[in-house]
């Protein structure tokens, strides 16, 4: 995936009128090299600065590889419902998959009102005309770089890390600011570069956008935060664990399954994976069902979960499974040490260690259709 941040390098060259075109032909290079698509992030400066004329100049070459086009909406907060036509235009005018990254209907004068069954809404009727789907994560919290409007936007904010203040990583933003004369602007002029957790979704929200067919499971974690959101550890056992019949009953296992496999491999175009079936990588994660459950919180984010023993990778019949505990090993390698062994500690599981991802050589085949309808099977 080309990512919006790849193209951000380049930004400070645009001088002289032919930023687009460098940026159009760094795409066409990726495709080329079998990149899945593009992902863009008005959301963030300098980006927020592109009209959508320059974003569709800009993906121009999926028109002409296959692939899709992730974006982080340019505002999830009062003008979700612009920000989100503006994304249908593009994936409508470059023919690219449409995927709304970690969609959330954001900000405080959206809590209680149910504003996600007007964008679920507009996501199921845009589907008609083109593919799409939106990935989402099982919380009400997100997190990005410290920014005064994300603030007041939330009902609550912890520092996740400060660069210049690593020791104030973790508190609440309200027992930060007293040492600023309760001024966030200055607070946020000392501590950055900074990033911080933001509770700015109604649960409710969150649940009802999980329970749509075409959301996939995203955890959108960041392992390099002092004091992370929970999501890098959590997101996958607590739909498991939590969403699913277990607790919350709001699907069958089998489709929580799906959102977090084969969903994703159909709509990224990942060949033979996500399913179990001839042919296929047999990429396994065996868990216990009456088990699963995450274990990290806001307040202790780097636990790992329950239920889950170890994983197998590109399982063959006759093949001894690439195991990995936590960490890569190689082929017909096994080690001992189960991903939760209560013996590790905190500092040892501070940054996830995944497996590497295959390499392919050619680009994704994305066929121009709608993709498989996305229910459980």
Same mark, same amino acid.
């Given at each position: 995936?080309?990512?919006?941040?790849?193209?951000?390098?380049?930004? /400070?060259?645009?001088?002289? !009128? +032919?930023?687009?075109?460098?940026?159009?032909?760094?795409v066409e290079e990726a495709m080329q090299a079998g990149a899945f698509g593009v992902s863009? /992030? $008005?959301f963030y400066p300098p980006a927020a600065t592109a009209s959508t004329q320059e974003l569709i100049d800009v993906c121009a070459p999926l028109r002409r590889h296959p692939g899709v086009f992730a974006t982080h909406l340019r505002d999830e907060t &009062?003008?979700?419902v612009p920000s989100m036509k503006e994304a249908f235009a593009i994936g409508q005018a470059v023919g690219a998959n449409l995927v709304l990254s970690h969609h959330k209907v954001a900000g405080k004068e959206n809590h209680g009102h149910g504003?996600?069954?007007? +964008? %679920? &809404? %507009?996501?199921?009727?845009?589907?008609?005309?083109?593919?799409?789907?939106?990935?989402?994560?099982?919380?009400?919290?997100?997190?990005t770089m410290l920014r005064a409007d994300r603030i007041h936007q939330s009902s609550r904010v912890m520092l996740a890390w400060s660069t210049k203040r690593p020791e104030l990583a973790g508190k609440d933003f309200a027992e930060i600011l007293p040492l600023y004369d309760g001024s966030i602007e200055a607070a946020i002029d000392d501590l950055k570069p900074a990033g911080a957790i933001y509770f700015v979704m109604d649960e409710e929200d969150v649940r009802r956008i999980f329970r749509h067919e075409k959301t996939m499971v995203g955890s959108d974690g960041l392992p390099n935060d002092t004091a992370p959101h929970?999501?890098?550890?959590?997101?996958?056992?607590?739909?498991?664990?939590?969403?699913?019949?277990r607790e919350l009953k709001l699907f069958p296992l089998e489709t929580a399954v799906r959102k977090m496999t /084969?969903? $994703?491999?159909?709509?990224f175009g990942i060949v033979a994976r996500g399913r179990i079936a001839e !042919?296929?990588?047999?990429?396994?994660?065996?868990?216990?069902?009456?088990?699963?459950?995450?274990? &990290?919180?806001?307040?202790?984010?780097? %636990?790992?979960?329950? /239920?889950i023993e170890h994983v197998d990778r590109e399982r063959r019949a006759g093949d001894r499974a690439r195991r990995t505990h936590g960490r890569a090993t190689g082929t017909g390698a096994a080690s001992q040490s189960p991903v939760n062994n209560p013996s590790r500690s905190e500092t040892d599981m501070a940054t996830p260690h995944a497996p590497p991802?295959?390499?392919?050589?050619?680009?994704?085949r994305i066929s121009r259709s709608p993709p498989t309808p996305c229910i459980a099977r």
């Open positions: 995936m080309l990512k919006h941040y790849q193209l951000i390098i380049r930004n /400070g060259e645009i001088i002289d !009128g +032919t930023g687009n075109a460098r940026f159009t032909a760094d863009s /992030g $008005t &009062a003008d979700i504003r996600s069954t007007e +964008t %679920l &809404a %507009l996501i199921d009727a845009e589907s008609v005309r083109q593919p799409l789907c939106l990935d989402c994560h099982p919380y009400p919290a997100t997190s929970p999501r890098l550890w959590g997101t996958f056992p607590r739909v498991l664990g939590h969403y699913s019949p /084969g969903l $994703t491999a159909e709509q !042919g296929y990588f047999a990429d396994l994660v065996p868990f216990d069902p009456e088990e699963v459950i995450d274990r &990290a919180t806001f307040d202790a984010p780097k %636990l790992a979960p329950k /239920g991802i295959r390499q392919r050589r050619n680009p994704p």
